[in-house]
């Protein structure tokens, strides 16, 4: 079974841009998952989505948004980048069954670089 | 507010020694608590989670943890490193909202081994 795959893995911006980055699940999973990571904040949470439905959203600014489409593929959107937006963006399934069983795999991440 | 500290930024242990990372957490109710390693230029691995039962919980790659209620801990061990357990670990708690997308990670502890 093919693991989680995030698209582009590379991608340099400027200051003021947008920039959209995808995230492909492993087969059955329902659940997609954004994290942003930096040297200096670590692994932050963006948000989560379930079956279309944004489920649980962190603490950033309005200008990240994201969505998930009908075959769980889902996309985070960045308006407007800033100097800070700088990291590597990670992206994970699961089944969202719930409960014990329930394990949430990786992507490799995109580099996100703004100049 | 969930929070997961990792006081050891950095450790350096001999290859054959033994190994334990240290995790406490703040969380207002039973915590599931996880385990994750990052290698050099990749996602996240789980290493292994605690929900409930069993306190000493094994993993892969021959690591345990063990969850101590009155400590607030969640210390990863591994009775004997490998070169190949060069990495960065991140403890983590599953945030608020029922949800095993939504984790607040700690700020990750690198290992490095000594040949």
């Known amino acids: 079974k093919a693991g989680v795959t995030q698209t582009p893995r590379y991608l340099i911006k400027t200051r003021g841009q947008q920039v959209t980055l995808s995230c492909s699940p492993i087969?059955?999973?329902?659940?997609v998952s954004w994290y942003q990571q930096t040297p200096g904040q670590g692994l932050q949470f963006l948000f989560e989505?379930?079956?279309?439905?944004?489920?649980n959203k962190g603490n950033f600014p309005g200008r990240f948004s994201g969505r998930q489409f009908s075959n769980s593929r889902s996309e985070m959107n960045v308006s407007t980048l800033e100097l800070g937006d700088s990291a590597l963006y990670l992206c994970?399934?699961?089944?969202?069954?719930?409960?014990?069983?329930?394990?949430?795999?990786f992507g490799p991440g995109t580099r996100l670089t703004v100049l | 507010a969930q929070s997961v500290t990792q006081p050891d930024i950095h450790i350096t242990v001999s290859e054959g020694a033994s190994l334990e990372l240290r995790c406490n957490y703040s969380?207002?109710?039973?915590?599931?608590l996880f385990w994750y390693v990052q290698s050099p230029g990749q996602g996240l691995q789980l290493l292994l989670k605690?929900?409930?039962?069993?306190?000493l919980v094994q993993g892969i790659k021959g690591f345990e943890a063990e969850f101590k209620r009155s400590q607030s801990s969640f210390n990863l061990r591994k009775p004997s490193v490998h070169w190949s357990d060069a990495a960065e670990y991140f403890c983590?708690?599953?945030?608020?909202?029922?949800?095993?997308?939504?984790?607040?990670f700690g700020k990750g502890t690198k290992l490095s081994v000594k040949p």
């Open positions: 989505y379930f079956s279309e439905t944004q489920r």
């Open positions: 983590a708690v599953m945030g608020y909202g029922g949800s095993q997308g939504n984790l607040i």
């Open positions: 605690y929900f409930s039962g069993d306190t």
């Open positions: 087969s059955g999973h329902r659940s």
């Open positions: 994970a399934s699961s089944t969202a069954a719930g409960g014990t069983t329930d394990t949430q795999y």
């Open positions: 969380y207002g109710a039973t915590p599931y």
